[in-house]
């Protein structure tokens, strides 16, 4: 199956998470991701403006595994959970510190700390959805209980007698501070969903929140962990930066190492061979009649020898040109082959092109849902912008290469806006009112543009279709809402 989560990632870039999951009675899944962008005609984006080089700039895509899902209390229960792949990963390599042994402890480490960030997020948003229904304290105490047995698990399984090396504490410490982390954002996230609540409990919540977050902003400290200052602006800025590194290194256990190429590179040089010696062909037997019965005009002859190879050259162009349509439709712009330790678990190709109306699918207009106006402007025709993916999965390659069973990947797609906005006006303009004591009164209002993300997915005999809205001006995404 697939599945999507879109949100504003940074001021100029929209991403979209598409998760690509597989059966497990499968060996290989197909998929089919088909993205129309309508783009608004004033800002001046066609083939001529807007090349494929440009678009697959602002068009960035991560792989990585989807994370395995466990809830907090499931992190430390069973002979299956994540702490207990750390500590077996842990006494093996204290009985063997080779290298591969070390590496593969990083790795659970990073694991861990990477299920622990998704366990916490499920678990807060979920407190949060249910905020207001009377049962917020016993939920809270139940999520804060659910920590505290967590990060001393964690925490007390390294607390051994032997001296460990430098390497190996820095390694845990990395994991440790990073969901000391988690724990913060997470919790603070509670607190300011709960912080004008006048629900019975919720101020005891708070409280109990705050008292735990206290003890863990102590053990912070004494650990040398970072922390926000109030006042502090140096360190705070420390602080976000560290806390980048971090997020990079326990993500890193999930990222699948990717190879990209042009994709079908020997077919086109073939076709385009192909196309040079049509030419030719065509352009010889132009020429050896007019050679056969003006040979005495030699003057003659040069100059439509002249005219033939300008023929020719038109000739193999628009060939060429057939035999890359032609092509379109097998072969993309790129392939990307994702890699575990230097073994292939998918694929991933990808097309961009320019497309008019009249190649647009009806559901896709109808999701477009413009209006009378925008139907009958001609100045406000859209350009379109048609990209293409098509996605291969190994299932069985996937779950035999570690502890867990990693249902798919995520595609971590992040489109940038930055050279949409160039042709953009002013983001705010004035106008000019009387008011209702006649008085001239100036308002401010924002000039916007909406960007339409028609997308089509498709697996096994399963078609469905997501439609987004985004709403932007030159100094950034306003706002993406999703149309049903």
């Not at 500590?87 to 093996?92: G, P, T, V």
């Not at 948003?125 to 249910?130: D, L, P, R, S």
């Not at 409990?201 to 970072?226: H, P, Q, W």
């Not at 200052?229 to 590194?245: A, T």
Request: hydrophobic share 40%.
């Amino acid at each position: 199956m697939i599945d999507i989560q879109t949100k504003i990632h940074d001021q100029f870039s929209i991403e979209f998470k598409v998760g690509f999951s597989g059966r497990e009675d499968v060996k290989q899944e197909r998929f089919d991701v088909n993205s129309w962008i309508f783009i608004p005609n004033g800002l001046d984006i066609n083939t001529h403006t807007y090349s494929k080089e440009r678009f697959y700039t602002d068009m960035k895509s991560n792989v990585r595994l989807i994370t395995p899902s466990f809830l907090l209390k499931e992190m430390i229960e069973g002979e299956d959970c994540p702490l207990q792949h750390v500590r077996k990963s842990f006494e093996e390599m204290l009985r063997d510190p080779s290298d591969e042994r070390k590496s593969e402890f990083v790795f659970q480490l990073k694991l861990f700390g990477s299920i622990f960030k998704s366990a916490i997020r499920n678990e807060s948003a979920e407190i949060m959805k249910h905020s207001q229904d009377g049962l917020a304290l016993e939920r809270c105490m139940a999520y804060v209980e659910n920590l505290r047995c967590v990060l001393k698990s964690y925490r007390d399984l390294f607390n051994r007698k032997e001296a460990l090396s430098e390497e190996v504490l820095s390694n845990v410490g990395f994991t440790d501070e990073f969901i000391s982390h988690q724990v913060e954002i997470r919790t603070m996230k509670i607190v300011r969903a709960f912080w004008n609540s006048n629900q019975s409990g919720i101020k005891d919540a708070i409280n109990m929140m705050a008292e735990f977050l206290e003890r863990e902003r102590v053990y912070k400290t004494n650990k040398g962990y970072s922390h926000a200052v109030v006042g502090d602006e140096i360190n705070n800025r420390k602080l976000l930066f560290r806390h980048s590194l971090l997020k990079k290194y326990i993500e890193s256990a999930l990222f699948l190492k990717v190879d990209t190429t042009q994709d079908g590179q020997a077919v086109k040089q073939i076709s385009f061979s192909l196309a040079a010696g049509l030419a030719m062909m065509v352009s010889m037997l132009v020429t050896l009649p007019f050679q056969k019965y003006l040979g005495n005009y030699p003057n003659l002859i040069f100059i439509i020898l002249i005219v033939i190879y300008m023929l020719k050259d038109r000739i193999k162009e628009l060939t060429r040109w057939l035999f890359a349509y032609q092509l379109k439709d097998k072969y993309y712009d790129n392939k990307t082959v994702a890699r575990i330790k230097n073994r292939p678990v998918g694929t991933i190709k990808e097309g961009m092109d320019f497309i008019t109306d009249d190649k647009v699918p009806e559901e896709v207009l109808r999701l477009r849902r413009r209006n009378r106006l925008e139907n009958d402007n001609q100045l406000l025709q859209e350009k379109i912008i048609l990209y293409r993916k098509k996605v291969a999965i190994d299932n069985e390659m996937l779950k035999n290469q570690y502890d867990y069973d990693f249902r798919g990947i995520n595609d971590i797609i992040r489109y940038h806006i930055n050279y949409l906005t160039k042709k953009m006006d002013n983001p705010v303009s004035s106008i000019d009112i009387l008011d209702e004591h006649r008085q001239l009164v100036t308002l401010k209002a924002e000039r916007t543009y909406v960007l339409h993300f028609v997308m089509q997915f498709k697996w096994e005999d399963q078609v469905e279709y997501k439609s987004f809205r985004v709403v932007v001006n030159r100094s950034g995404i306003i706002s993406i809402t999703s149309q049903e």
